[in-house]
């Protein structure tokens, strides 16, 4: 069971980054899906380029800069797949 926001109104990191996966996995895995043309290596991709973001989030206050270095990560790790 995931905590409740904060009373100052700030949402826990965790659930912040569950958050971000649910709105954004549906374009990445998409991009991921374009590149490979290979469902799995779509699912591995698009999680290696989540996880590798999750440690950027703490410093990273913009969703849109999110967005931004999750579709890098993805072109990244699509570039050492191959």
């Avoid at 973001?53 to 849109?64: A, F, G, I, W």
């Amino acid at each position: 069971m995931r905590a409740p926001p904060r009373r100052n109104g700030n949402v826990p990191k965790s659930l912040r980054f569950d958050v971000l996966v649910a709105r954004y996995y549906p374009a990445v895995y998409s991009f991921a899906s374009r590149l490979t043309d290979d469902p799995r290596e779509a699912i591995a991709l698009t999680r290696d380029a989540f996880n590798s973001t999750r440690k950027q989030l703490r410093s990273c206050c913009d969703d849109n800069v999110f967005a931004s270095i999750l579709i890098s990560a993805l072109i990244r790790a699509g570039l050492t797949a191959r």
